[in-house]
């Protein structure tokens, strides 16, 4: 099927996907994972008609129940008659290279309906990683017109943490009777929570969670009129408080107070994305300029080996450069 | 104090390092962790003393038991006389920039002993992050004379994968008795894993854990003779079983078979980091040779409010540069 990566056939794709075609979105999203050529031109092609979906970012600790919440969360905008996308990050498959749990397991009620689109997303599947690639699918499938795109992630390393802030809301899920580590994450992660779920709240020392998270919560200054993250409690495996979890992401989204906040996400990680694509463009350059990729075995070789240290070398290399730029 | 920063301060600052001054590390970190031209001076100035060392990386999801486990290695170490360094990594400060468990209550019965250094690291305290920093924080304290460091990380994020990386011997701690998410991460584990252990082994659940380690391992292909990551049971806070993982670290660090998967390891991460730098000069040459900092705002706000794509962007800045090299 070559023809699909000419440019009239990523076109055709193109068109495809805009109608709404989840064959060609799901192979839309393959180009973008397989991270090359042709894939680069999808997103660039569908790059102006994404924007308008509304998305939820899950994300909280493994065992949390994030996939139980975005399922529910999924349900209720279903009967809403919403069209839904759920990208799942899925940190099995860090050093895996693939989805071990994968879209089969997960969301198996989902399945049968074509109003739901379901990816799973590997950490290392890609040059420049999650943080690169998972922007990219969830812009297909705004693309492709779903109006409402749920990311779930393990929200711990820099590439999650910047994955959730592409979000318009980013709903952190904790669960009650974990040890001190968790305190230590919850203590952390107030400045990216919008809204704070309590799943489990059936089990032991859900209130006592409740409590710490008030506290916590009044340890940050909130200027005058902020909003301040609510505290859901949900059991999701029965469905409890999923549909106060609804209202609450409703009302931060529809609260004016919030836009200054996600436009300022916004900017910064796109700022973060140009700046990478102008790296990739000068190296590449760098390497037509030099016969750079023969010397870097030697030279990392010295470094490893403790003879020489990184920044001599780079300099060195930086030394040979002349760099000029016109109008 | 500005005197330590020139040249001469930092030469002499270097020296008491080198010669074990405690305070002389501590103050040397400080300014590796700023990120300034006086920390990259000093990454320098002691980057060919470090590398003897021999660095533990101890990872495993929040509650696993990681600083009981690191804390009743160090001991071991200290019994035989060796200086201990300890790097725990704390996700904690993910989103607040500050290590708020931090130091002090970590490992409080070594605090009074000189021969065991520890520092909490900040995941968002240095541009370029933890996957820079906390290699040249791990050398500082090896250039220092500490003959065993411990790391200690949760093993999530692309970041922690990458420090962890950086170590000679990996330990993955789990615990019996959590949930499904957990098996899924265990699943794409296997790959990094040196030793396993598992941690609270008198818990529920542990020799279900085992059997299921078992099962894993057994499904990654080991070529003959390679290393077959062993499972060592702990209860760390009691002791039980820490004998058995310093054993299982040393045997994993004398088997001559594990050498060119560690240098392979090392090999990579001074490729990525040697780019990284490259990468960082160019972009300081291009901000010299183009007035890109008072347009970036401009191009930023076209791409966010996707009125351009990104891509589009970034050639149309890569077109007006010239890039050569000599020899």
Do not use: C
């Not at 397991?105 to 997303?121: A, E, K, L, N």
């Not at 309590?198 to 005058?224: F, M």
């Not at 989204?253 to 796109?270: G, I, T």
């Amino acid at each position: 099927m070559g023809g699909a990566r000419s440019k009239d056939g990523l076109e055709a794709l193109k068109e495809r996907l805009l109608a709404g075609d989840t064959r060609a979105l799901a192979r839309a999203i393959s180009l973008v994972e397989g991270g090359g050529e042709a894939g680069r031109q999808m997103t660039q092609l569908t790059f102006t008609h994404a924007g308008s979906a509304f998305v939820v970012g899950v994300t909280g600790i493994p065992g949390a129940g994030k996939s139980t919440l975005v399922d529910g969360l999924a349900t209720l905008y279903r009967k809403a008659d919403e069209r839904v996308g759920v990208v799942a990050v899925d940190p099995s498959s860090a050093f895996s290279g693939g989805a071990l749990l994968g879209d089969r397991i997960r969301m198996q009620r989902h399945t049968s309906d074509p109003g739901v689109f379901i990816r799973s997303m590997a950490t290392r599947q890609h040059l420049g990683g999650l943080a690169v690639a998972t922007p990219a699918v969830v812009d297909l499938i705004d693309a492709a017109g779903h109006q409402r795109i749920l990311i779930e992630t393990v929200g711990v390393g820099q590439d999650e943490i910047e994955v959730i802030e592409m979000a318009d809301t980013v709903v952190v899920a904790m669960v009650p009777g974990l040890g001190d580590d968790v305190q230590a994450i919850k203590a952390g992660i107030l400045e990216v929570a919008d809204i704070f779920v309590i799943n489990k709240s059936d089990h032991e020392g859900a209130d006592r969670l409740h409590q710490e998270l008030e506290n916590l919560r009044g340890l940050v200054e909130h200027p005058k009129g902020e909003w301040v993250s609510p505290i859901v409690r949900t059991v999701a495996t029965t469905g409890e408080g999923i549909e106060e979890l609804r209202a609450a992401i409703e009302q931060h989204a529809a609260d004016p107070r919030n836009r200054p906040r996600r436009q300022e996400r916004l900017r910064r990680a796109w700022a973060r994305r140009l700046r990478e694509l102008i790296d990739e463009g000068l190296w590449s350059r760098l390497l037509e300029a030099m016969p750079l990729a023969q010397e870097m075995d030697g030279l990392v070789a010295e470094i490893a080996g403790r003879r020489r240290d990184p920044f001599s070398v780079a300099e060195s290399i930086l030394r040979r450069v002349r760099l000029k730029a016109g109008k």
